[in-house]
């Protein structure tokens, strides 16, 4: 359980990126989808219609405040920004079953539906991407354009006893990415940075733990075993949409090969953009070189109704 304590440096920083979301037009609402399922967003407070809409999906972590802060800076300006937090993370909840990606997709979907939203980017990072991926392919008419950040749709079940993770099964990585010590959330740290920062205190760690990690974890393994299960790449559809895969070279959560992988499977509908120097934490490390791609990438987006 949580530990008391009457200071948190984590609860702190989670409040600063509250208001740096804030001071970036954005609001956040919570939504009840009506089936036991209720999602919290951050929506423009004022949408202008003659901007394109983008949704950006979070990985496994904290919540969206933590992984998209400086992305939601560097959009707003330009986008309706939309950033949801998907079931089981930050206050999104569920009381269905399903634990597949389909369902976060389809969640995320009627949220947008639910903010008037008919046309849409997507941006998803890590497990985000899986969830970018199938929304993707499950309602191609109201998805325009695809970022697939550092996440291995192209996986196959097999892929993990042939060695390819630095993990041998889904319960090991789920010890990994969902940490409940210090120590793993050390070794995450380690997986995620090219060069994590060094000496971070075990009481820090253990703070960011008691606020972050403690809620839904039984659920989270049941997604991350739901990813994995008896997936097949001749399995997975081939989205139509434009898609930019953005990688770090040195990612060690899901490595390159994914990337390329993926970039077979689309063909001239994907765009591969590796980022040298970086890992699966690229948006962290390299923040003013993936916006670059992302910028440069989304100048292409047509101009439609972006209702």
Known sequence: MPKSKCFSFTASGNWCLRYT???SGLRPVSTDLGDGTVMHCWVPKTRNPARPNIVLIHGFGANALWQFCDTVRFLAPHFNVYVPDLVFFGNSVSTRPDRTESFQAQCVKRVMEANSVEKMVVVGLSYGGFVAYSMAAQ????????????????????????????????????????????EKMKELVRYTFVKPPKGL??????????????DYVEEKKELLRAVAKDR????LPRISQPT????GDQDRIFPVELANRLKRHLG??????????TGH?????????????LKAFLSKTPSTNHK
């Open 139 to 182: 309602f191609e008419e109201c998805v325009e354009r695809v970022v697939i950040c550092c996440a291995g749709v192209c996986l196959e079940e097999k892929d993990l006893k042939e060695g390819l993770f630095p993990v041998a099964d889904v319960e090991d990585a789920a010890t990994v990415l969902l940490p409940q010590t210090a």
């Open 232 to 235: 097949k790449l001749s399995d």
């Open 201 to 214: 205190p075990s009481c820090l760690l253990e703070d960011f733990i008691d606020e972050m990690c403690y």
């Open 281 to 293: 934490g690229f948006i962290y490390e390299k923040p003013k070189e993936f916006h670059k791609h």
């Open 21 to 23: 979301f804030t001071c």
């Open 244 to 247: 930019l895969i953005v990688w």
């Open 268 to 277: 001239e509908n994907g765009e591969l953009v590796v980022i040298k120097n």
